[in-house]
């Protein structure tokens, strides 16, 4: 059974700080991983996606990447705004066969201090 | 190209009761899939519908039941509400076997 960690639970950081979120999966076996955002009470953004062939996405200030062989992923934010402040998700996709279902992790709640 | 929308936005119900959420895909978009949110939780898959059929579903009770229309939209369906139950329901749709899933901005459900 695919299970998704994520590390830290919550992270509160000074503006203009670059930060690292952990995200860690126990079946390599992946379609692809994804990054979400979500603000409180609402639905997901998705920020990046990153196919199982490749090892890095990146949009703006943005950077994922992925190393199927142990199971993990960061989410690399440059230049923290508070306009960043969210809960950030990670989640896995398992190819089968036509049925592509998510598997998330709990999230991490980054707040970023003016 | 229209998103994904839900309705409705928040909904209220006692213990034993039934609830309909509603969801309508993007367009082009032929599979619908459903999942729960806890508070402080990570959503978790409920049932995928693809073609009017279930196409996957999550550990989930058969209280828990849908159905997805000519057009693609899609109903969620919970019989029996218990307090459990109580959540953020998302939708998100995608093309069968697509790479992305796109969400809908979800349904919050309370249970009393």
């Known amino acids: 059974k695919q299970e998704v960690t994520q590390i830290p639970a919550a992270l509160s950081v000074p503006e203009g700080e670059n930060l690292v979120l952990n995200c860690s999966f126990t079946?390599?076996?992946?379609?692809?991983l994804q990054w979400f955002r979500q603000d409180p009470g609402k639905g997901l953004t998705s920020l990046l996606l990153?196919?199982?062939?490749?090892r890095e996405q990146t949009s703006g200030r943005l950077n994922a990447s992925l190393d199927k062989s142990s199971g993990r992923s960061t989410l690399y934010i440059a230049a923290s705004q508070p306009g960043d402040s969210a809960t950030y998700l990670c989640?896995?996709?398992?190819?089968?066969?036509?049925?592509?279902?998510?598997?998330f992790g709990k999230g991490t709640l980054l707040t970023v201090n003016p | 190209e229209t998103g994904v929308t839900q309705s409705p936005t928040h909904l209220i119900k006692t213990r034993g009761q039934q609830v309909t959420l509603r969801c309508s895909s993007q367009?082009?978009?032929?599979?619908v899939s459903w999942y729960q949110q806890a508070l402080g939780q990570g959503p978790q898959f409920i049932f995928q519908?693809?073609?009017?059929?279930?196409?996957g579903r999550g550990n989930f009770p058969p209280r828990f039941s849908g159905l997805q229309f000519p057009n693609y939209s899609s109903e969620l369906n919970v019989n029996a509400l218990e307090l459990d139950d109580s959540a953020l329901y998302l939708c998100?749709?995608?093309?069968?076997?697509?790479?992305?899933?796109?969400f809908g901005p979800g349904t919050r459900l309370t249970v009393t």
């Open positions: 519908y693809y073609r009017e059929e279930e196409n």
């Open positions: 998100a749709s995608s093309h069968l076997g697509g790479v992305e899933q796109y």
């Open positions: 989640a896995v996709s398992v190819s089968g066969g036509s049925n592509y279902k998510l598997t």
């Open positions: 990153i196919q199982s062939s490749q």
């Open positions: 367009s082009g978009h032929n599979t």
């Open positions: 079946d390599s076996a992946i379609y692809n």
